[in-house]
Each structure stands twice: as C-alpha cells, then as structure tokens.
C-alpha cells in the first residue's frame, strides 16, 4: 500500500519568492512520483513526474521536484513565484510494476502575495 | 476536440432527479476514471475502468452508477441523489494501468449542485 503526505495544506508567499511545497510518501516498492497544478475551476494538470530517471526533474512554469529516496520526499520548488502560480498543488505516488492506481496526497494551496 | 472532455461543465438537480454525467476522451488512453472533489475533502477516486473492465469501485453509494461503453467514453449516471453529494466530478485518462508511470489526464469536470 502506498501512501502520501502534503505538509501544510495551504503555503503563502511573495511575488518573486522561493516556493517550496513538501511531499512525503511511503511505498512498498519503488515508486512513480507526479505534481499536479489545478487552476480554479478546471481539472488537474501535469506539472512533472519522476520515473526513476534523473532524481531532479524539471517540469513546467519553471517548476523542478528533487526525488530523495533516504528521505521519501519529492518537495516541488520554483526560485521565484509569480501571481499566476496561485493555484493548488496537488503529489501522488503510484507503485512501480503491476497494475497501480495513484494515490493522491490533500492538496496544497499556493497564495501568492503581490 | 483534444484531452478530456466533460459534459456538462456545471448541473443542477434535484433530490428525485436522474441525470448523467459524460465524458469523452481523446487520447487513445485505455484506462478512465472518475474522482469527487468536494470542498475541504481530498481528492476521492470513484471508479477506475481499464479497457473498459471494471477495476476499481471504491464503496461508492448505489446512487452512481458508472458505466464505460468503448474505451473513448465513460458515464456516471445519478439518480436519488443527497445534498452531499454536491461537488466537483472529474474524470480523467491515462494509456493504461500497467506498471503505474503513466501519469493522468484529467477533464474540466462537472460542478453538481444536488437541490
């Protein structure tokens, strides 16, 4: 079984700051890990995903998520945020091998401040 | 048309009412889903269908009832509906289920308003 954990289910900051939202997950086997964005009112949206590959991946709008297997993290950052990042994030983990359903964490919300 | 696609994008019902929800992908994906978003509430999987089989059914009330014709289309018929059951479905894609890499494409979703 697998799990995932957002700590802070919303995170504040400033027009041009660093944005760091953290993602914990535990999983049997090794894991597939994805960030997902969703903008009011519409679905969800890929940002990236780690397949075990590079253990940093970039995605789009500038974000990048570093897998850290001795800590099961996969935190998202992006060096300066911008208004039109205000949206919630969203991590799921789904176990490699066989046939998984993603597991998906609560959510957190990004308010950025002009 | 390209991604998913929901129709309709927002629904109002009442308690006694049938309704359903569609959706339609294009993708060529062969596994669908179907998730409740309510507000404050995580991200909640309904029903998974995989080459349009049944795989999942996550002890969702009776009151649904899914229903996945070809690989392109899937359904949520609604019927006696509660006032909870109010929030956002959305439906979503991927190429397949096997090994679990592939990541999800999700339509706009329908905003149901149960009366």
């Known amino acids: 079984a697998q799990s995932v954990t957002q700590l802070g289910s919303h995170v504040s900051v400033s027009e041009g700051a660093l944005v760091l939202l953290r993602c914990n997950y535990s999983?049997?086997?090794?894991?597939?890990l994805f960030w997902y964005v969703q903008y009011p009112n519409q679905g969800l949206q890929l940002l990236l995903k780690y397949t075990s590959a590079a253990t940093l991946v970039k995605g789009i709008n500038g974000f990048e998520a570093e897998f850290k297997k001795s800590e099961t993290s996969f935190h998202l950052t992006k060096p300066s945020a911008h208004m039109s990042d205000a949206a919630e994030y969203f991590c799921?983990?789904?176990?490699?091998?066989?046939?998984?359903?993603?597991?998906f964490g609560r959510g957190t919300s990004l308010i950025v401040h002009p | 048309e390209t991604g998913v696609t929901q129709t309709p994008r927002h629904l109002v019902m009442g308690m006694t009412n049938k309704k359903s929800l569609k959706c339609e992908q294009h993708?060529?994906?062969?596994?669908m889903y179907w998730y409740k978003q309510s507000a404050k509430k995580p991200l909640e999987l309904m029903f998974v269908?995989?080459?349009?089989?049944?795989?999942e059914n996550n002890s969702v009330p009776s009151r649904f009832s899914p229903e996945c014709p070809n690989s392109s289309h899937l359904f949520l018929h609604l019927h006696t509906l509660q006032p909870e059951d109010s929030a956002l479905y959305l439906c979503?894609?991927?190429?397949?289920?096997?090994?679990?890499?592939?990541?999800?494409?999700f339509g706009p979703g329908t905003r149901l308003t149960v009366t």
């Open positions: 993708l060529g994906h062969n596994a």
């Open positions: 799921a983990v789904s176990p490699s091998g066989g046939s998984y359903i993603p597991t």
């Open positions: 269908y995989s080459l349009e089989e049944r795989v």
């Open positions: 999983s049997s086997v090794p894991p597939y």
């Open positions: 979503a894609s991927s190429q397949d289920l096997a090994g679990g890499q592939y990541e999800q494409y």
